[in-house]
């Protein structure tokens, strides 16, 4: 199975590993959060706009990878606060849509530069 790292451009990222790998028809997106473009960042405004942003950010990492939300299979919440759930789930839903992938979401975390909230995902893309 061929294999091919991803860096989306317009976004920072720690040389300790790529935005995503493809391997076979499977898109496997690193820890994810609501960072600044070319920047590490966090937007203001707490966990509903971190999650807006996260979110937008995998998307820029799916499209470089040729992919988009839509082939979303799992998705991987991870939560400062758990109490902060119905904000995330709000946010979460706006971006994602009626028809959501799996997800697991796991609270008191903590997370790097202090998010609120970070996202890791795989999609599924069958090569045509």
Do not use: C
Not at 48 to 72: M, Y
Not at 92 to 112: D, H, K, N, Q
């Amino acid at each position: 199975m061929s294999r091919r790292r991803i860096n989306a451009e317009g976004l920072a990222r720690l040389p300790a590993f790529s935005h995503a790998v493809v391997a076979g028809d499977f898109i496997y997106v690193s820890g994810t959060l609501g960072t600044l473009p070319n920047s590490m960042e966090l937007v203001a405004g707490g966990t509903g706009p971190e999650t807006t942003h996260a979110l937008r950010n995998v998307e820029q990492i799916l499209q470089a990878s040729g992919a988009s939300l839509a082939d979303l299979v799992k998705v991987n919440v991870f939560l400062a606060d758990m109490a902060t759930f119905p904000t995330m789930n709000q946010a979460y839903l706006e971006v994602i849509g009626p028809e959501p992938p799996a997800r697991i979401t796991v609270g008191r975390a903590e997370l790097a530069l202090g998010a609120a909230v970070e996202f890791d995902a795989v999609a599924y893309k069958p090569h045509a």
